[in-house]
């Protein structure tokens, strides 16, 4: 029986939590084992759009460092930087594209209007509504990032407002702040059809969108909801976020927490436990820059 990706991934990061925390048996659920039995398998990817007369090239270069860096107290990690080289038209023009607008925009207005026209990539011609980010822009003490957006994201065009925004809002309530107090955003800035996992290329395609946000908001931390949004952030296209997850990193300077999204708590409500003391770091971390 073929079992969606999706779901695989999700057991495995569940198995690699309990492993870490010492467990080697857990309970399951019979109502969700039944659901995981029954599901079908995830309808095949559609072959490619041949190439027309005019073509966008974008390449994604990962420089791996020669070795990890660590802090004093063994915590911290040090990945790979995120280049970007896009191009439309002719060769040498980098100032064109999502990079050069990025570059051009004056603030976070203008960037979410240069967003709301992007035509870059496929994915405007599937999306509802484009979905740049909102929240606090002068220096917030805490950032969220996301991977895409999803369904109840594409209607409004708003981050985070389906159930895992839900999810988000409380996880910012315990934390002690409101969601006006901090900022949203996502690595990639349209739906991709049927929530799918954004490819590499639309990765690196709207990642200069979040790279200009970050440098206009100026947050003091960043959390890395999930794997899409960290391996965007950090580079490292083969990061698995059960194992950096609560381990600090940082992204151009600005420390950041890796953990789990909040649609995976959703269908493994027993990694709250494990995000709650994520989070908790990054609360001890902003009271004591140093700890």
Same mark, same amino acid.
């Given at each position: 029986?073929?079992? *969606? ?16 925390? &010492? ?12 659901? !995981? ?20 090239? @974008?390449?994604?270069? @990962? ?10 107290? +063994?915590?911290? %990690? ?5 280049? %970007? ?6 060769? +040498? ?32 011609? #599937?999306?509802?509504? $484009?979905? *740049? ?12 990032? &996301? ?9 409004? &065009?708003?981050? !985070? ?25 996502? %690595? ?19 990642? *200069? ?18 794997? #899409?949004?960290?391996? +965007? ?24 927490? *890796? ?22 770091? @990054?609360? $001890? ?7």
């Amino acid at each position: 029986m073929a079992v *969606p990706r999706d779901i695989l991934e999700d057991l495995k990061t569940f198995v690699e939590v309990e492993i870490q925390a &010492g467990r080697r048996m857990a309970p399951v659920d019979a109502e969700a084992a039944a659901a !995981f039995l029954a599901a079908k398998p995830a309808a095949p990817a559609a072959a490619p759009a041949a190439a027309g007369p005019a073509t966008v090239t @974008v390449s994604a270069t @990962v420089h791996q460092p020669a070795a990890p860096a660590s802090s004093r107290n +063994g915590e911290s %990690i040090q990945h790979s930087a995120f280049s %970007i080289q896009h191009s439309s038209g002719a060769q +040498g023009a980098p100032e064109g594209g999502v990079a050069g607008r990025a570059a051009a925009a004056a603030d976070l207005a203008a960037i979410a209007a240069s967003v709301a026209e992007c035509r870059e990539c496929n994915l405007a011609l #599937t999306r509802g509504k $484009a979905v *740049p980010g909102e929240g606090n822009p002068n220096s917030p003490d805490v950032m969220f990032v &996301g991977g895409a957006p999803g369904r109840d994201e594409d209607v409004l &065009g708003r981050p !985070f407002v389906g159930r895992a925004g839900q999810l988000l809002d409380k996880m910012i309530a315990a934390m002690g702040y409101r969601r006006e107090d901090v900022f949203i955003a996502n %690595i990639i800035k349209c739906r991709p059809p049927q929530n799918r996992t954004p490819t590499p290329e639309e990765m690196a395609v709207c990642i *200069p969108y979040l790279r200009r946000q970050i440098a206009f908001v100026r947050p003091k931390m960043i959390v890395a909801l999930g794997a #899409t949004a960290f391996k +965007g952030l950090s580079g490292d296209a083969l990061a698995n976020v059960s194992r950096v997850r609560g381990t600090w990193t940082e992204f151009e300077g600005i420390p950041m927490m *890796p953990t789990f999204h909040p649609a995976y708590l959703l269908r493994v409500p027993s990694a709250k436990r494990v995000v709650w003391e994520d989070l908790q770091k @990054v609360m $001890a971390r902003l009271k004591s820059p140093n700890a």
